[in-house]
């Protein structure tokens, strides 16, 4: 019996097809967006500001609760870090640094200057911790570390104007009591975000380095520990830093921030969304982690997203296939005629 094309049934395979095809590439270009968040957080790209000669290099964090980094915790988990690498037979350049750290904290500290006194958000921070997180300056520069100008100290724009009253005042001073230090450095806004101005917020901030803060208070214990290790086999730097650095159970999150939105990780996200914005056990999150973690939260419904589309996409090409397998479409009866 003579097969009779049905011409109807190849119109909707090649309609379905067209579909499938179209909603694969919307799912796939949402991937743009990912693109578009990754590029908003500086400090999850630190490896490839730090890497030379473009090695691979992972970038860690760690954050925990009020007083779980001591002194002694930080120079135990460097040099523990340090002796690691060594016998991995990873070894600095001459000159060089194989790897880079950041401590950090944040206090309140009142500061005066000419015209006011704020009480201000303040960063205090040992290491490079400009490196994990550069600033655009509108006068000025960052302190490069302890050492170098220990009693600096960055303002943002805001409490410039707050304390000043201006924002050229480079090398000016203010005090926190009778300690005085000197304005080496005006910031300007990291981020222009939605997610950035909602939780860095109206707070006038500013940044002093740990040297300059024990001039006022020498119990400070660190909140935040950033690393940027080397990562030339996948999980190398994760397990160096898993196996040097460690606190008590439940008063500690540790992730590795440059695969912040691998598919990996955004599918974990995804498994525990409703949970993914919650601060666990007491630990307060920086500004740039809680700006990280709203887009989190956003690549991970992005994600459910693409799988619904991607679904969609493979039913209509099902369907595709099924229509033009009824339409006795036939490549061996086009040929045999042709001959």
Not at 27 to 52: M, N, V, Y
Not at 240 to 264: A, C
């Amino acid at each position: 019996m003579k097969t009779v094309l049905d011409k109807s049934k190849i119109k909707k395979s090649v309609i379905f097809f067209c579909a499938a095809v179209l909603i694969a590439g919307i799912a796939l270009s949402l991937q743009l967006i990912i693109g578009s968040f990754s590029s908003k957080l500086e400090f999850i790209h630190t490896g490839d500001r730090w890497s030379s000669d473009k090695s691979p290099y992972a970038t860690i964090a760690m954050y925990t609760k009020q007083g779980e980094i001591s002194d002694w915790s930080l120079e135990n988990w460097v040099y523990s870090i340090d002796n690691a690498l060594l016998k991995a037979s990873v070894t600095p350049k001459e000159n060089a640094k194989s790897w880079i750290y950041s401590f950090s904290a944040e206090k309140d500290v009142s500061l005066t200057g000419p015209k006011s006194t704020v009480n201000a958000k303040t960063v205090i921070v040992r290491g490079d911790y400009f490196v994990f997180h550069p600033f655009k300056y509108t006068y000025g520069s960052s302190f490069l570390n302890d050492p170098s100008v220990p009693m600096g100290i960055v303002l943002d724009r805001n409490l410039a104007w707050k304390l000043f009253g201006a924002e050229n005042i480079i090398g000016m001073k203010l005090s926190v009591g009778d300690i005085e230090y000197t304005v080496v450095g005006i910031s300007e806004p990291d981020g222009d975000s939605s997610a950035y101005n909602k939780v860095y917020g109206e707070i006038p901030r500013a940044y002093m380095s740990y040297a300059g803060y024990q001039k006022i208070d020498s119990s400070l214990m660190f909140t935040n520990f950033e690393v940027c290790l080397p990562n030339s086999v996948k999980g190398f730097a994760k397990n160096i830093f898993d196996s040097q650095v460690s606190v008590q159970e439940g008063n500690g999150i540790r992730s590795e921030v440059s695969s912040r939105f691998s598919l990996e990780n955004r599918w974990e996200i995804l498994n525990n969304l409703k949970y993914s914005l919650i601060s666990s056990n007491g630990i307060e999150f920086p500004y740039w982690e809680n700006e990280a973690r709203i887009y989190d939260y956003y690549s991970a419904v992005i994600l459910l997203l693409q799988i619904a589309l991607l679904v969609i996409a493979l039913i209509s090409l099902i369907v595709s296939v099924v229509f033009f397998a009824k339409s006795g479409f036939s490549i061996k009866k086009i040929i045999k005629k042709n001959r």
